[in-house]
């Protein structure tokens, strides 16, 4: 009996000191890694290039935001750019000096793609096969990272270029095949030929928060008989070719030579100033179901 509470004591013991364990680890501090770079600065760079696979893309902040420059002309995504200049505030728990390893077993001579924000350049190499976590170099010193970045920027170019296909401001004119819209001093609009306010509103709003599905590049000469559009932003002129409109459409620039490719309804509603009305749909059912004399 004595020997069975002996055993039943221990238990409690090694229990409520398991307990006092557990309770000591919630109320230890964690350790903090200190980022990758300390004294980065995001504010202050003014220049991003990304260099992979003999391809070499370039971005560029002005007034407006980020822009590419290379190889396209375009305004780069705002997304693809924060996560770029986030990565310096990452995190790692496990370094190595560079001079202790095989930088071309980790796929970092040479590097599987080069990132400079600024003055700063980190070089990604291989993957860890234990943990899945991405070698990448900077200065003298081999980090291990979560793998979050590294297949952005593997992707085309054209996934770092804005999909929103018109630029912030005031759109004063609007010029389709066979429609004229123009902003009033005043507000509101004019058409010709003349449309409800109502459908001109839905038009000009569908317009100012298109985003393309896909942008693709378009070196080739466009078809000299397509259709063109044209608009007028802060007076800045731009002019956008109808490649194709079904089953997606797809509208040109040609000064960028990319392409702007919108899926379903979003197409039509883009070329269309007017729906047409239940009546009118209605009316034209009963017509094609009529039986022909």
């Known amino acids: ?26 109320q230890a501090p964690e350790k903090v890694s200190p980022p990758l770079l300390a004294a980065f600065a995001p504010d202050a760079v003014q220049q991003i290039v990304i260099e992979r696979q003999n391809e070499r893309l370039e971005f560029t902040r002005g007034q407006e935001g980020w822009r590419m420059v290379q190889p396209f002309e375009a305004p780069a995504d705002a997304y693809h750019m924060e996560q770029l200049l986030s990565l310096p505030n990452q995190s790692s728990q496990t370094r190595y000096p560079a001079s202790e390893l095989d930088l071309a077993r980790l796929e970092l001579i040479p590097p599987k793609a080069t990132v400079r924000l600024g003055e700063s350049e980190v070089r990604f190499g291989g993957q860890n096969p234990l943990n899945f976590q991405r070698y990448v170099q900077i200065g003298d010193t081999v980090y291990l990272i979560e793998d979050t970045l590294f297949y952005q920027l593997t992707a085309p170019a054209t996934t770092w270029i804005e999909h929103k296909l018109l630029p912030s401001g005031h759109v004063q004119s609007l010029e389709l095949p066979g429609w004229r819209i123009t902003a009033k001093e005043g507000g509101g609009w004019t058409s010709e030929p003349q449309l409800p306010s109502a459908d001109i509103e ?48 797809v509208l040109l620039r040609p000064e960028q030579k990319l392409s702007y490719h919108f899926y379903g309804s979003i197409g039509q509603r883009l070329l269309t100033p007017t729906l047409p009305s239940p009546s009118d749909a209605g009316a034209s059912r009963s017509r094609s179901d009529t039986p022909e004399s």
Request: proline letters at 7%.
């Open 202 to 249: 839905r038009l000009m709003d569908t317009w100012r928060t298109a985003r393309a599905v896909q942008v693709n590049s378009y070196p080739q000469e466009p078809p000299p008989s397509a259709e063109r559009i044209r608009l007028s932003v802060e007076g800045k002129v731009l002019e956008f070719i109808v490649l194709q409109r079904e089953p997606e459409l």
């Open 1 to 26: 009996m004595r020997r069975r509470w002996l055993v039943i004591l221990s238990l409690l013991f090694l229990v409520a000191g398991l307990g006092g364990w557990v309770y000591w680890l919630a």
